[in-house]
């Protein structure tokens, strides 16, 4: 398969996958500020996912627009990491899984920046104007809850505790990375992972949070190996589509 | 959460020379008002500045409006109505 189709679908997927995810907040935040930040973040995400899978449909050459690719691939067939598909359980676990997430994206899509594919080096151009804003909205949080109360400290570690084990895979390369890095087109992982310790260690610190030791990181999503909660999350976005397709607003 | 200050927000547009008042929202801090006005106010690229402030530093006149502002009402002299504008004048 193609490295650079492969590669875009992974970028595509992380943003797709967990725009999905915030969506399900929508209606459901605690408090009417929150609601509309969770649900404009993954407004966002929503674009990056679309122009990273319309190219990406561009580049197979198999006529597959973003829409095909989004609502007519089955669980074993999308590449995001196994952090996105995460559930929301509360407020403290999906703070801590933007927070990890939003931190590699960050540092991924500053590295896209001097990509070679120059339609790649735009998107990231675009996106890290946002994707710079939802990490400074999680970091905040990370901190406002680590360092708050009893309760939302103890909230907090708790989840941070449960989603470490998905945060390894997000900077551990693979084969498709290694060849996506060596062409230019794709990120080094490598230089990826310190920065990504670097900057969640300090603002674990600051939020008075403990970082894990010695857990055994889960992986699998890249390659398409998922957790059982991705169907559950395919079931209800691809539904329409699956039932009509091509139908339309 | 039910104990978050209310705080009113002012945004300034573009072309907006001041800032206005466009609502009011929940927040924790300052901070967190800034990102909440962010998010909830300027949604569709309203703004380039925004204020917050906490509600309860702001004062307002109680008073009965028709008799604290009536005083003005029978000076028709304060408005500039009686010059007779020549005609080259514009976009007055």
């Given at each position: 398969m193609n490295t650079t189709f492969e590669y875009l679908i992974r970028l595509g997927d992380n943003a797709l996958i967990l725009s999905q995810r915030l969506g399900e907040w929508c209606g459901h935040g605690p408090v009417l500020e929150q609601d509309i930040a969770m649900t404009n973040i993954a407004?966002?995400?929503?674009?990056?996912?679309?122009?990273?899978?319309?190219?990406?449909?561009?580049?197979?050459?198999?006529?597959?627009?973003?829409?095909?690719?989004?609502?007519?691939?089955?669980?074993?067939?999308?590449?995001?990491?196994?952090?996105?598909?995460?559930?929301?359980?509360?407020?403290?676990?999906?703070?801590?899984?933007?927070?990890?997430?939003?931190?590699?994206?960050?540092?991924?899509?500053?590295?896209?920046?001097?990509?070679?594919?120059?339609?790649?080096?735009?998107?990231?151009?675009?996106?890290?104007?946002?994707?710079?804003?939802?990490?400074?909205?999680?970091?905040?949080?990370?901190?406002?809850?680590?360092?708050?109360?009893?309760?939302?400290?103890?909230?907090?570690?708790?989840?941070?505790?449960?989603?470490?084990?998905?945060s390894g895979e997000l900077t551990t390369p693979d084969e498709t990375d290694r060849l996506a890095a060596e062409s230019g087109v794709g990120a080094d992982l490598l230089k990826i992972k310190p920065l990504w310790e670097q900057k969640v260690a300090s603002i674990l610190e600051e939020a008075t949070l403990k970082q894990p030791e010695n857990i055994w990181m889960q992986r699998g999503g890249k390659q398409g190996r998922h957790s059982e909660h991705l169907g559950f999350i395919l079931a209800e976005m691809q539904h329409m589509q699956r039932t009509y397709p091509g139908n339309e607003w | 959460m039910k104990d978050w200050p209310l705080w009113e927000i002012f945004i300034r547009s573009k072309?907006?020379?001041?800032?206005?008042?466009?609502?009011?929202?929940?927040?924790?801090?300052?901070?967190?008002?800034?990102?909440?006005?962010?998010?909830?106010?300027?949604?569709?690229?309203?703004?380039?500045?925004?204020?917050?402030?906490?509600?309860?530093?702001?004062?307002?006149?109680?008073e009965d409006p028709e008799a604290f502002f009536d005083p003005a009402n029978d000076k028709v002299y304060r408005h500039p109505t009686f010059y007779d504008l020549p005609d080259e004048v514009k976009h007055m």
């Amino acid at each position: 398969m193609n490295t650079t189709f492969e590669y875009l679908i992974r970028l595509g997927d992380n943003a797709l996958i967990l725009s999905q995810r915030l969506g399900e907040w929508c209606g459901h935040g605690p408090v009417l500020e929150q609601d509309i930040a969770m649900t404009n973040i993954a407004l966002d995400l929503l674009g990056q996912a679309r122009m990273l899978l319309t190219y990406a449909g561009q580049l197979e050459g198999k006529g597959q627009s973003e829409d095909d690719l989004a609502y007519f691939r089955d669980a074993h067939q999308f590449r995001n990491a196994l952090l996105v598909e995460q559930p929301n359980e509360d407020w403290a676990y999906t703070i801590v899984r933007q927070f990890f997430f939003d931190t590699f994206s960050y540092f991924n899509y500053q590295a896209l920046l001097q990509s070679r594919d120059e339609h790649l080096a735009g998107i990231a151009e675009k996106a890290i104007k946002e994707v710079t804003y939802h990490l400074r909205y999680s970091s905040e949080w990370m901190v406002r809850l680590g360092d708050g109360t009893e309760t939302s400290r103890e909230k907090m570690q708790t989840a941070v505790n449960d989603l470490w084990a998905f945060s390894g895979e997000l900077t551990t390369p693979d084969e498709t990375d290694r060849l996506a890095a060596e062409s230019g087109v794709g990120a080094d992982l490598l230089k990826i992972k310190p920065l990504w310790e670097q900057k969640v260690a300090s603002i674990l610190e600051e939020a008075t949070l403990k970082q894990p030791e010695n857990i055994w990181m889960q992986r699998g999503g890249k390659q398409g190996r998922h957790s059982e909660h991705l169907g559950f999350i395919l079931a209800e976005m691809q539904h329409m589509q699956r039932t009509y397709p091509g139908n339309e607003w | 959460m039910k104990d978050w200050p209310l705080w009113e927000i002012f945004i300034r547009s573009k072309q907006g020379l001041s800032h206005k008042h466009v609502g009011s929202l929940h927040a924790a801090d300052a901070q967190m008002a800034l990102e909440n006005a962010r998010d909830v106010y300027c949604r569709r690229n309203e703004g380039i500045s925004i204020w917050v402030v906490e509600s309860a530093h702001i004062h307002a006149s109680t008073e009965d409006p028709e008799a604290f502002f009536d005083p003005a009402n029978d000076k028709v002299y304060r408005h500039p109505t009686f010059y007779d504008l020549p005609d080259e004048v514009k976009h007055m």
